[in-house]
T-cell receptor, first 115, second 115 residues
Framework: AQSVTQLDSQVPVFEEAPVELRCNYS??????LFWYVQYPNQGLQLLLK??????LVESINGFEAEFNKSQTSFHLRKPSVHISDTAEYFC?????????????FGQGTILTVHP | DADVTQTPRNRITKTGKRIMLECSQT?????MYWYRQDPGLGLRLIYY???????NKGEISDGYSVSRQAQAKFSLSLESAIPNQTALYFC??????????????FGPGTRLTVT
């Protein structure tokens, strides 16, 4: 069975500062990895995903995440955050037997960007 | 119009009542999922369905049942609601065979309060 741990439940930062949201997973088989974002009073939206290939993946709004197999991590980073990035972020893993299609989510990290 | 819709968006009910949450999708996806979200726990899978005739329990199915009435409709029922079922409920869809990706698309959520 796989599991996902998001190491910080809340991350407060000031606008234009860099941020890193940490995610570690455990799985005995190959994985696909995802970051989802949930803005206040909304559903979850896919931010970025790692399926294969380059270990560094980017989103259209400046976030990036790097798949590190040896450290079993998939940390999310942004060099300069905006107020509008305030949201809850979820890391998720889909492990082996991909026909199963079951995502396991982390506990979530609330990112609050202060002016 | 949204691709994945959920009704109702908010519901307050009393302990012991039966309640149904509905999900509809226009994405043409075969796979549908029900999750509940609790603060600090992330999203946990209740039930999932890979097609109309294939329904499976997730990690927290006790106290819940589902019905897949059609490819586009997947309903979640609480036969006898209890206060610890107070949560935010999300429906999601996916279609890895068509998209080549395993990402899931989420509805806006139903906030359920059991008093």
């Amino acid at each position: 069975a796989q599991s996902v741990t998001q190491l910080d439940s809340q991350v407060p930062v000031f606008e234009e500062a860099p941020v890193e949201l940490r995610c570690n997973y455990s799985s005995s088989v190959s994985v696909y990895l995802f970051w989802y974002v949930q803005y206040p009073n909304q559903g979850l939206q896919l931010l970025l995903k790692y399926l294969s290939g380059s270990t560094l993946v980017e989103s259209i709004n400046g976030f990036e995440a790097e798949f590190n197999k040896s450290q079993t991590s998939f940390h999310l980073r942004k060099p300069s955050v905006h107020i509008s990035d305030t949201a809850e972020y979820f890391c998720a893993v889909l492990a082996g037997g991909t026909s199963y299609g079951k995502l396991t989510f982390g506990q979530g990290t609330i990112l609050t960007v202060h002016p | 119009d949204a691709d994945v819709t959920q009704t109702p968006r908010n519901r307050i009910t009393k302990t012991g009542k039966r309640i149904m949450l509905e999900c509809s999708q226009t994405k043409g996806h075969d796979r549908m999922y029900w999750y509940r979200q609790d603060p600090g726990l992330g999203l946990r899978l209740i039930y999932y369905s890979f097609d109309v005739k294939d329904i499976n329990k997730g990690e927290i199915s006790d106290g819940y049942s589902v019905s897949r009435q059609a490819q586009a409709k997947f309903s979640l029922s609480l036969e006898s609601a209890i206060p610890n079922q107070t949560a935010l409920y999300f429906c999601a869809t996916s279609d890895p065979a068509a998209s080549g990706s395993y990402e899931q698309y989420f509805g806006p959520g139903t906030r359920l309060t059991v008093t």
